[in-house]
């Protein structure tokens, strides 16, 4: 069996905060992103830049909170996992008391803090927290709410980053977001009951949820899921009010990108068994990582030509 050994050179204090999960948290700079080239806002470009970076760091510390919460939760469950009985707690490298106190005490700091970006963005970040503990005691064990909860954890980061920046986001970008997000939780699903061998009964020893997904019914709303947020995105792409928001209507340009960058995930999901770590594959596979710096340069190439 693979194991993932500990890294010795992180404390588990730090570690069973999962930093390596934290670039999930980039998405908290949507808003600002497609804000830089919206005619139609006003606003302090450097300050907006901090904010979103401040609100991607809360997000990151109550994020990292509630994976100390999980790993308290499933402390028996992951022992008897080859790679989670390596964490902090499920090893007995951290007690829950210290864990429960870096809980707390982190929890409390972050929520204290974010009222510095406004009453709207803690509102946020305190719906994320909230989503994330309903999820833990009831949504994790129903199938396809567990990955709605997940999805929409995902807007709720990019809420959190347009409210700290006090910019706007188009609902089609909010739309596709949650899409995206969901293509993305069913690939780890998928990916999931790919490395137990295909055997249900397996997989939900350690997520119990697995054993009332259907492999055929999942591979469906997996691939309803990729298509949506790449309809979605098509579309917002030849809105006249995209057009109106650039000043151009070149943003159809980089269509092909996002449906490249979506067939190459859906390609390590559905053949390669690949989605169960996304956060790694988006790093290790060279081509889905190519298809995302030929969007972000196609971006910034139609709207500096502006």
Known sequence: MSKSPALPSVPPWLEVLRPGQWTKNLTVGAGFFFALADRNQVFSRVEAF???VAAALLFCVVSGVVYVFNDLHDA??????PVKRSRPIASG??????AVCECVCLGAAALCASTALGSGFAAVLASY????FFYTFAM????????SCIALGFVLRVCGGVSAAHVSLS????????????CIALGKRSGELAESGGSREAAAVHRPVLLRYSPSHLRVAFLLSA?????GYAVWSVLPSTAAK?????????????????????????????????????FADATLAAALVLWLLSCAAIWMTV
């Not at 490298?93 to 210290?98: A, D, K, M, N």
């Not at 994790?140 to 990955?147: F, I, M, N, Q």
């Not at 298509?227 to 309809?231: I, K, R, S, T």
């Not at 070149?250 to 053949?271: D, I, N």
């Open 50 to 52: 901090w904010r979103s």
């Open 76 to 81: 028996e469950n992951d022992r008897r996992h």
């Open 93 to 98: 490298r951290l007690s829950p008391r210290s």
């Open 129 to 132: 927290l909230a989503l994330q």
């Open 140 to 147: 994790k064990r129903v199938p396809y709410l567990d990955t």
């Open 171 to 182: 609902p089609g970008i909010v739309f596709c977001s949650f899409f995206a997000a969901l």
């Open 227 to 231: 298509g949506a947020a790449f309809v």
């Open 246 to 282: 650039f000043g151009t209507r070149g943003m159809a340009a980089t269509v092909p990108f996002v449906a490249f960058g979506l067939c190459r995930y859906v390609f390590l999901v559905v053949r390669r068994g690949c989605g169960s770590r996304p956060e790694r594959l988006f």
